[in-house]
Structure formats: C-alpha cells, structure tokens
T-cell receptor, first 118, second 116 residues
Framework: GAGVSQSPRYKVAKRGQDVALRCDPI?????LFWYQQALGQGPEFLTY????????KSGLPSDRFFAERPEGSVSTLKIQRTQQEDSAVYLC????????????????FGPGTRLLVL | GNSVTQMEGPVTLSEEAFLTINCTYT??????LFWYVQYPGEGLQLLLK?????DKGSNKGFEATYRKETTSFHLEKGSVQVSDSAVYFC???????????????FGQGTILTVHP
C-alpha cells in the first residue's frame, strides 16, 4: 500500500496569491493532521480531522488558513492572500484513529509541500 | 501547555561512536513519547515510541526509556553508522482524556552527522 502523498512538492507563490495544498492519506486512516515546519524547527500542529469532521483547528495561525476533508479521505489546506511568513514546509500525517488509543498511535507523514512566498 | 526540549545540535560523531540525544518534556497527565527521524530527502518516519512510564522503545539499534521521574526520553545508540546521519525529533502526544486527539508536540530537532 502506498504511504501518505502530498502535492505539489514545491510551490512558489507571489505575496497575496492563494494556494491549495493536497494530502492523500493512507487508505482507511480515520485521523488526518496538518503541521507546519519552519526552517530549522520542529513541526507545529495546525489542524486535525476525524473522517470529514474538523475537530481541532486551534493551530491555524490566522483566518487566512482553511482546511477541508469533505469525503473523509483527501484533504486540502488552503492559504489565502499568502504572506512571506507563510513560507514553510507543510506536512500531512494520517493514523488509524482508534478512539481508545489515539494518543498512542503512530502517525505516518507525507513528504511535505515546501511553500515559498516571494 | 505541552512542550519538548531537545539538546541543541548539530551533533557530529565518528562511525561506531556512542550516541545520546537528550529530550525532556513538560506535559499534563501521562503522554506517549516518540522519536521521529528524517533522513535526507525523505519524510518524517517513526523511529520508536513508548506509551507509559518505564517502557523502553527500541528499533534499528536505537533505544529510549520513558522516565517519568525526570520527564525525559533520551535517545541512545551504542555504535552509530554513517547511514544514521539524519535529523532526529523527539515528540509527545498528550495522554488519555482531554481533546488533544493525538496531535504531536515536537522538539526543535537535532541534526546528526556521522563520519566514516
């Protein structure tokens, strides 16, 4: 089975442009996470989906960031009116999502999308 | 809130040297602890994990023991290889209860370079 895939792998945007980043999780995985990784730093949580429900968006840095997972599989992270501080690697991860043990589960990460805002 | 602190790098070792990367954490309750590794040009992947106090996670010759009394999860390997060169991240997931849904809190990462 394939792992988590993300597209595009690289994106260059002009400041003010809107971008959309796609994540294809492992088939059957209930949980899906988005993280943002600045250069030289560890990933930071953005948002969490359980199937199609967005249960936690506490990490989204502003209302310019929007994520969806309408059918409980593929997810899209959209950034409106990009700013230079949005430049980072955006990571998607999925996990099985067993309710009783979600805090013990392994998350499987995609290769990331490197976003550069000029 | 939850936080993870890793020893600052980069760490440079000769092949067959002993490796320790320190990791300490702050969390409420009983978190699960993880080490993830990022090899050059690849995505993050789980190296090992421990889900309760005194558990030892191990994989590929790496080990880490969940020490609740010192809130630590130090990564060790007795004899490193050139192929171990990568970035290592310590992370935690808040324990049962609450609404963290398993989201990970990461340390800043430690770059390891192993020379022949």
């Amino acid at each position: 089975g394939a792992g988590v895939s993300q597209s595009p792998r690289y994106k260059v945007a002009k400041r003010g442009q809107d971008v959309a980043l796609r994540c294809d999780p492992i088939s059957g995985h209930v949980s899906l996470f988005w993280y943002q990784q600045a250069l030289g730093q560890g990933p930071e949580f953005l948002t969490y989906f359980q199937n199609e429900a967005q249960l936690d968006k506490s990490g989204l840095p502003s209302d310019r960031f929007f994520a969806e997972r309408p059918e409980g599989s593929v997810s899209t992270l959209k950034i409106q009116r990009t700013q230079q501080e949005d430049s980072a690697v955006y990571l998607c991860a999925s996990s099985l999502g067993g309710r009783a043990v979600w805090f013990q589960e392994t998350q499987y990460f995609g290769p990331g999308t490197r976003l550069l805002v000029l | 809130g939850n936080s993870v602190t890793q020893m600052e790098g980069p760490v440079t070792l000769s092949e067959e040297a002993f490796l320790t990367i320190n990791c300490t954490y702050t969390a409420t309750g009983y978190p699960s602890l993880f080490w993830y590794v990022q090899y050059p040009g690849e995505g993050l992947q789980l190296l090992l994990k421990a889900t309760k106090a005194d558990d030892k996670g191990s994989n590929k010759g790496f080990e880490a023991t969940y020490r609740k009394e010192t809130t630590s999860f130090h990564l060790e390997k007795g004899s490193v290889q050139v192929s171990d060169s990568a970035v290592y991240f310590c992370a935690l997931s808040a324990g049962a209860g609450g609404t963290s849904y398993g989201k990970l809190t990461f340390g800043q990462g430690t770059i390891l370079t192993v020379h022949p």
